[in-house]
């Protein structure tokens, strides 16, 4: 059995397909024998480590479960428990994290990847309906780089938009790279009632109206924000409670994951089933990260998976609640 540490500090060291295979089995070996929970499901879809030979064989525990039961691994107690948003009466989600210091190094290594060191930035956050809720872990996330970015100007911006647009546009001017993460419907208000040329801006959304304003589709979005903004391109976050890492989209809304998560698609009407390229179909997500609750996760969104790698994601299950980021439909 291998044990917590060995395999937290083999999460950052994948280098290849082969590094995370095996660690991928590795780490269902011992969730498979420390979180109550997913044995019981991997017992009740008859698998364990005895017949469990690849990742094809490793079952996904479908998200839902995070909203009924509390799934850790290990014994050692919960530091912070994250909850997802949700509409009004429904049950949210709950993350009970064990490791604070792990998910911070998912924060920091996989935002690095992607965009560089964080204090290469001023980091302005728009997300004033996750402010209200003192437990959500988009909120944690950005805070987290922001204190990383270790700018005085960086931080949350609530309600004052012709301030926060004013700076912006001092920053902008003044050529300092900024990155300006937000819930879709604030930046959408931001760019209505302040539509100002930014040069030196990355403006990044995270998804989701929250009810605030009619679903537009993700070309709608972008399109718009381009616009007001006059930018070449919008970049898009996707993350979830029930996860530690985050893809990032560059361009387009084809999200790019870092080493240490791995997504496949299952049948939409066959869900033990695996959905081949090109198809649409039913997202699983592997993130080792989640080495404390549940690795392996049948997700209610719908996505596709391009030949590049790159993952689409195109909404959710009709089924599932309205919560979370990336509500865009297209």
Same mark, same amino acid.
């Given at each position: 059995?291998?044990?917590?540490?060995?395999?937290?500090?083999?999460? =950052?060291? *994948?280098?290849?397909?082969?590094?995370?295979?095996?660690?991928?089995?590795?780490?269902?070996?011992?969730?498979?024998?420390?979180?109550?929970?997913?044995?019981?499901?991997?017992?009740?879809? &008859?698998?364990?480590?005895?017949? #469990?030979?690849?990742?094809?064989?490793?079952?996904?525990?479908?998200?839902?479960? =995070?909203?009924?039961?509390?799934?850790?691994?290990?014994?050692?107690?919960?530091?912070?428990?994250?909850?997802?948003?949700?509409?009004?009466?429904? *049950?949210?989600?709950?993350?009970? #994290?064990?490791?604070?210091?792990?998910?911070?190094?998912?924060?920091?290594?996989?935002?690095?990847?992607?965009?560089?060191?964080?204090?290469?930035? #001023? *980091? !302005?956050?728009?997300?004033?309906?996750?402010?209200? /809720?003192?437990?959500?872990?988009?909120?944690? !996330?950005?805070?987290?780089?922001? $204190?990383?970015?270790? /700018?005085?100007?960086?931080?949350?911006?609530?309600?004052?938009?012709?301030?926060?647009?004013?700076? !912006?546009?001092?920053?902008?001017?003044? &050529?300092?790279?900024?990155?300006?993460?937000?819930?879709?419907?604030?930046?959408?208000?931001? %760019?209505?009632?302040?539509?100002?040329?930014?040069?030196?801006?990355?403006?990044?959304?995270?998804?989701?109206?929250?009810?605030?304003?009619?679903?537009?589709?993700?070309?709608?979005?972008?399109?718009?924000?381009?616009?007001?903004?006059?930018?070449?391109?919008?970049?898009?976050?996707?993350?979830?409670?029930?996860?530690?890492?985050?893809?990032? %989209?560059?361009?387009? &809304? $084809?999200?790019?994951?870092?080493?240490?998560?791995?997504?496949?698609?299952?049948?939409?009407?066959?869900?033990?089933?695996?959905?081949?390229?090109?198809?649409?179909?039913?997202?699983?997500?592997?993130?080792? %990260?989640?080495?404390?609750?549940?690795?392996?996760?049948?997700?209610?969104?719908?996505?596709?998976?391009?030949?590049?790698?790159?993952?689409? *994601?195109?909404?959710? =299950?009709?089924?599932?609640?309205?919560?979370?980021?990336?509500? !865009?439909? $297209?």
């Amino acid at each position: 059995m291998p044990t917590k540490s060995t395999l937290e500090n083999r999460i =950052f060291a *994948i280098r290849s397909p082969r590094d995370f295979n095996v660690l991928a089995l590795d780490i269902f070996t011992y969730q498979y024998a420390k979180n109550s929970v997913y044995r019981e499901f991997c017992d009740h879809m &008859g698998k364990s480590p005895e017949n #469990v030979n690849s990742l094809t064989d490793i079952p996904f525990l479908p998200i839902r479960f =995070f909203k009924s039961e509390t799934i850790v691994t290990g014994p050692d107690p919960a530091t912070v428990v994250f909850e997802s948003s949700g509409t009004t009466g429904s *049950i949210p989600s709950r993350h009970h #994290v064990i490791s604070e210091d792990l998910y911070k190094r998912s924060i920091l290594e996989g935002f690095t990847r992607v965009y560089g060191d964080p204090s290469d930035y #001023v *980091i !302005m956050a728009m997300l004033p309906s996750y402010m209200e /809720r003192g437990n959500a872990s988009l909120v944690y !996330m950005v805070n987290y780089l922001i $204190q990383c970015s270790d /700018r005085s100007e960086s931080g949350f911006y609530l309600n004052d938009l012709q301030h926060w647009s004013q700076k !912006m546009q001092d920053l902008d001017r003044a &050529g300092v790279p900024v990155l300006l993460i937000g819930v879709t419907f604030a930046l959408l208000d931001l %760019a209505e009632s302040f539509p100002i040329a930014l040069k030196n801006t990355l403006i990044m959304e995270t998804g989701g109206m929250k009810g605030k304003r009619p679903e537009w589709i993700r070309e709608e979005i972008h399109t718009f924000l381009k616009d007001k903004f006059e930018v070449a391109t919008i970049h898009s976050e996707y993350g979830m409670t029930e996860l530690l890492s985050q893809g990032y %989209a560059t361009k387009d &809304g $084809q999200f790019q994951f870092p080493p240490w998560v791995k997504v496949s698609l299952r049948e939409i009407e066959d869900p033990l089933s695996r959905a081949s390229f090109s198809q649409t179909g039913g997202v699983n997500i592997i993130d080792l %990260a989640n080495l404390y609750s549940c690795s392996f996760i049948a997700t209610d969104d719908l996505g596709r998976i391009h030949n590049n790698g790159s993952v689409e *994601i195109l909404g959710r =299950f009709d089924h599932s609640d309205i919560r979370g980021c990336n509500l !865009m439909v $297209q």
